[in-house]
């Protein structure tokens, strides 16, 4: 599986951004799909993830109710749309995709960052 993520910017607190990734290979829609984001000097983060079918979903506690994970088998893409967001969310943003459940923490492909910059 190959992805390719896209739709970061720069945006202002309360803002909302709309993050995308693009995955290519047949066996997408069997995988787990998660989101993960990156402060340089510090671990990557787990945002979200959602199932192969989008039945379930998991959130970090710093973004639930604020983050939504979503994915379009047919399109084999899979989204993050970001509200509400503050200036703690900036980071580097990753999709990934595992062969394993949401709660799983061993993902087995990444695709490249996209930066997101929130501004206070």
């Known amino acids: 599986v190959q992805l390719q993520a896209s739709g970061g910017g720069l945006v202002q607190a309360g803002d909302s951004l709309r993050l995308s990734c693009a995955a290519s290979?047949?066996?997408?829609?069997?995988?787990?799909m998660g989101w993960f984001r990156q402060v340089t000097g510090k671990e990557r983060e787990f945002v979200a993830a959602?199932?192969?079918?989008?039945?379930?979903?998991l959130y970090a506690d710093s973004v639930k109710g604020r983050f939504t994970i979503s994915r379009d088998n047919a399109k084999n893409t899979v989204s993050l749309q970001m509200n509400s967001l503050k200036p703690d969310d900036t980071a580097v943003y990753y999709c990934?995709?595992?062969?394993?459940?949401?709660?799983?923490?061993?993902?087995?492909?990444w695709g490249q960052g996209t930066q997101v910059t929130v501004s206070s």
């Open positions: 959602v199932s192969w079918n989008g039945g379930t979903t």
């Open positions: 990934a995709a595992t062969s394993k459940g949401v709660t799983t923490t061993r993902y087995d492909y």
């Open positions: 290979g047949r066996t997408y829609s069997s995988y787990t």
